[in-house]
C-alpha cells in the first residue's frame, strides 16, 4: 500500500522538534500541532518525497540498523496512527 501527506499539513524542525502543523483547510479538521520522533520525521521526509512504502522501510533498516521486521512494525504504526489523525492518506 503506499501513501501521501497531507497538502495541509507542514512539516518544520525547530530546535531540534520535529513537527506537523496543521495549516490551510486543515486547521479544526487535523490536530493543530504534532510532534513525531526523529525516526518518524524520517519516514514523513520519505512519503513528502514520494518514495514507495517498500524504499522507506529500506531506508529506515539502514539508518537505524534494525531488522525488517522492526522497520515494518515501527513503518506500519506510524502510518496507522497518522492516517487515523488525517495527516496522512492511502494513494490513488
Same mark, same amino acid.
Given at each position: 500500500?503506499?501513501? &501521501?501527506?497531507?497538502?495541509?499539513?507542514?512539516? =518544520?524542525?525547530?530546535?531540534?522538534?520535529? +513537527? +506537523? =502543523? #496543521?495549516?490551510?483547510?486543515? &486547521?479544526?479538521? +487535523?490536530?493543530?500541532? &504534532?510532534? +513525531?520522533?526523529?525516526?518518524?520525521a524520517f519516514i514523513w521526509r520519505g512519503l513528502e518525497k514520494g518514495l514507495?512504502?517498500?524504499?522507506?522501510?529500506? #531506508?529506515?533498516?539502514?539508518?537505524?540498523?534494525?531488522? &525488517?521486521?522492526?522497520?515494518?512494525?515501527?513503518?506500519? #504504526?506510524?502510518?496507522?496512527?497518522?492516517?487515523k489523525e488525517g495527516y496522512i492518506t492511502e494513494s490513488e
Amino acid at each position: 500500500m503506499e501513501y &501521501r501527506v497531507n497538502p495541509n499539513a507542514v512539516y =518544520v524542525e525547530v530546535c531540534d522538534e520535529y +513537527l +506537523l =502543523v #496543521a495549516v490551510g483547510e486543515a &486547521r479544526g479538521k +487535523l490536530p493543530q500541532l &504534532r510532534k +513525531l520522533s526523529e525516526s518518524g520525521a524520517f519516514i514523513w521526509r520519505g512519503l513528502e518525497k514520494g518514495l514507495a512504502s517498500e524504499s522507506i522501510i529500506c #531506508a529506515v533498516m539502514q539508518e537505524y540498523e534494525i531488522s &525488517r521486521d522492526e522497520a515494518q512494525s515501527g513503518f506500519s #504504526a506510524f502510518v496507522s496512527t497518522l492516517m487515523k489523525e488525517g495527516y496522512i492518506t492511502e494513494s490513488e
